[in-house]
């Protein structure tokens, strides 16, 4: 039982995590590793402790929920950034017995293979005494990973509004590139839809109206980009769009799509790197921008209160900027 002086670390963790997974107490179990009725005993714990201070309780449970009460609101960010601090402690003290300190990065498997590999690599040449750690979580995972100091910052393609929403906290939002969106193919011959994807432009760019005839190879469908797509495709044509595979990866659709099982949707960057590592069959043809708008690739990081500068330590920043030197490029 806490002391009503002293309130446990690993209940402030609890208490940040349900305030990050929208109060799903079974979310929390999963993240820490631990069971439901540990979890629960954490939170009686902080009922107690809370009772035995101001009497103000910082969540309540509505329905299946825990929802922070307006003095939990109040606290939640003092408590987040303590948890954060805690952590980079923990950080500092391991990689200082190795020798080492780190960095931690997330961002898609693509961007972890592109211009983020190359920015890394540059970095370690120069900081032979530094580790990187790069993740490569889904959009809503890295957004919470560095609202909460998992990361230090976060490559995502996420819009600034989503990006707040999720991480419940000011955020340090940058735009890097815009990525625009292409078809890759390579229609066997006499296929039946080849006919198709030949007489598509050249000209100029792809409209929506030209893609119904088409075998399409997406995303998984609760993944951002295919909903956004099919969204798009349907706002312009008032039709749906045939999928004919769904596969995760940006590499797992191309391969597909080389070997002319149907039409991969993916962006232009995503299309360079797959080049970029072997010969390759694929023909593109690019989407017309005014249905289908170009995604804006943005850094992420938590924001230094009061001023628009990204709370990143020294070493961060110095990768952050070798990432802009080589987009630069």
């Not at 039982?1 to 446990?8: A, G, I, Q, W």
């Not at 952590?87 to 300190?101: A, D, I």
């Not at 191309?254 to 149907?262: H, R």
């Not at 921008?289 to 804006?296: M, N």
Request: proline share 5%; with cysteine.
């Amino acid at each position: 039982m806490p002391r009503s002086d002293h309130l446990p670390l690993e209940l402030l963790q609890t208490f940040v995590l349900l305030a990050e997974l929208d109060g799903d107490a079974s979310a929390v179990a999963e993240r820490l590793q631990i069971s439901q009725p540990s979890v629960s005993k954490r939170l009686t714990a902080l009922r107690r402790f809370n009772n035995e201070t101001n009497g103000q309780p910082w969540l309540l449970l509505k329905g299946k929920r825990w929802r922070l009460t307006s003095e939990g609101q109040r606290v939640r960010g003092v408590v987040t950034d303590l948890v954060k601090r805690y952590g980079q402690m923990e950080q500092f003290l391991v990689s200082s017995r190795e020798g080492k300190r780190s960095v931690a990065i997330a961002c898609g498997q693509q961007a972890a293979s592109g211009f983020i590999r190359v920015a890394v690599e540059r970095f370690l040449t120069a900081q032979t005494d530094c580790r990187v750690r790069v993740s490569t979580p889904r959009g809503k995972a890295r957004i919470e990973g560095v609202a909460g100091g998992q990361f230090e910052f976060a490559v995502v393609t996420d819009s600034p509004a989503v990006i707040h929403r999720i991480a419940k906290r000011e955020m340090f939002v940058e735009e890097l590139f815009y990525d625009r969106f292409v078809l890759a193919g390579n229609p066997p011959p006499r296929s039946v839809w080849g006919a198709a994807w030949n007489a598509l432009p050249n000209d100029r760019p792809v409209k929506a109206a030209e893609l119904l005839d088409m075998p399409f190879i997406l995303p998984e469908p609760d993944a951002g980009r295919r909903q956004q797509f099919e969204e798009w495709c349907f706002r312009a044509t008032e039709k749906t769009v045939d999928v004919v595979l769904e596969a995760g990866g940006w590499q797992t659709i191309l391969d597909y799509a080389e070997s002319g099982v149907g039409v991969g949707l993916v962006t232009q960057s995503v299309v360079d790197a797959f080049r970029g590592h072997r010969h390759s069959k694929l023909t593109t043809r690019p989407l017309d921008v005014a249905e289908f708008p170009p995604d804006a690739v943005r850094l992420i990081a938590r924001k230094v209160h009061g001023k628009e500068e990204p709370e990143v330590t020294d070493l961060g920043d110095k990768l952050r900027r070798l990432i802009h030197d080589q987009l630069a490029r």
